[in-house]
């Protein structure tokens, strides 16, 4: 039977939901952890208040009085407490109800926690464009400052691109791209592969977590798809800020990519060029007359003064070629250079 636009777009909804849940409940154990504390169910664990006003306090430093009874009313309480308090830190609630978290509504717990994540984590990173200090950077202030700060560094790391949170991500090229930058003796950034994109993702995000105490928060196989989802994406990014608070130099080459068949083609036509001026050599009968003999040695002049140069210029270019090649040679879906085509391969040729 087809699948419906409509059938699509709620897997799709529940497939964010499941890894939304998933990161969310890695970024809230991932500051529990400083108390000795953890969650195993988003939904159900925070319902009673006690692990949210923990979460909190571990947050902001400040201590938040609690109610200890397990009855509905002092679970409700709790909740009231917390969103009392980020109301009091002007952080903007919407339509987010203490008897909801307590129900564990999916969409309530989420939003609540995107909510602090974009506060505590990501917008406290950047300085808001309104000078007054109870101002809360949007959205939409964050992500822009997020995504700049990001694509600078990546800077001189010419096959990554990015212009969002979802698909620019999901090769892990991007994630790879900023350790290296900042940690180069960390995460060797050469043998990334772009046509192996959950090695590539495993890569980064074990040296995050191993290297640079960065949480795991999702798996290869979730950023791994079309459109990975953009808030799990920004919660990683701003870990990686929050670890790289100073850009690096850039320490990579702008270097233009070189294939094979440049190299092939512009080999061709220098191994051409000295095989005829070899021929040529070969070929030419020495004058027996002065006036000859001079003639003989301002053409040979007018050729080392014009046409050595150009060809010199060539050569070297095709030696830097062959290098950059060579140093590809065992790398992940390196180059083969053609039989003959070496650039030993012109000097036997030249002094052939």
């Not at 664990?45 to 009874?69: A, H, I, N, P, V």
């Amino acid at each position: 039977m087809a699948v419906t636009l409509e059938q699509s777009r709620i897997e799709l909804a529940g497939e964010y939901e499941r890894v939304q849940k998933k990161a969310f409940t890695n970024w809230v154990n991932s500051i529990l952890s400083q108390g000795g504390q953890k969650i195993s169910d988003l939904y159900e664990d925070l319902k009673d208040g006690q692990k949210l006003l923990l979460l909190l306090e571990l947050l902001t430093g400040q201590k938040l009085r609690r109610e200890k009874g397990k009855m509905r009313v002092h679970m409700l309480q709790n909740i009231q407490t917390a969103l009392d308090f980020l109301q009091s830190k002007k952080i903007k609630l919407v339509n987010i109800h203490n008897h909801e978290i307590l129900d564990g509504k999916a969409n309530i717990i989420l939003g609540l926690l995107w909510t602090l994540i974009l506060h505590f984590q990501i917008s406290d990173s950047f300085p808001s464009s309104n000078n007054s200090p109870t101002h809360q950077v949007s959205i939409q202030e964050a992500k822009a400052q997020l995504l700049e700060w990001a694509t600078k560094a990546i800077e001189g790391y010419e096959e990554v691109k990015l212009t969002n949170f979802t698909s620019s991500w999901n090769d892990g090229l991007a994630f790879c791209a900023i350790v290296n930058r900042h940690r180069p003796d960390l995460l060797d950034y050469d043998s990334c592969d772009p046509s192996k994109s959950l090695e590539n993702l495993e890569k980064a995000f074990s040296t995050m977590q191993n290297a640079l105490g960065v949480a795991r928060i999702v798996d290869p196989e979730d950023v791994c798809i079309p459109q990975p989802d953009e808030k799990c994406i920004m919660t990683y990014v701003s870990a990686l800020h929050r670890a790289f608070p100073d850009m690096p130099p850039v320490h990579r080459k702008k270097v233009a990519p070189v294939s094979v068949d440049e190299y092939s083609q512009l080999h061709q036509q220098v191994k051409q060029w000295v095989e005829y001026q070899a021929a040529q050599l070969r070929k030419m009968v020495f004058p027996n007359t002065a006036s000859d003999m001079k003639m003989l040695l301002e053409q040979f002049q007018s050729f080392r003064e014009l046409e050595i140069p150009p060809k010199q210029l060539q050569m070297n270019e095709l030696l830097d070629m062959f290098e950059r090649l060579e140093a590809l040679k065992n790398k992940p879906s390196s180059p083969n250079i053609p039989p003959g085509m070496e650039h030993g391969e012109l000097e036997v040729v030249r002094r052939g």
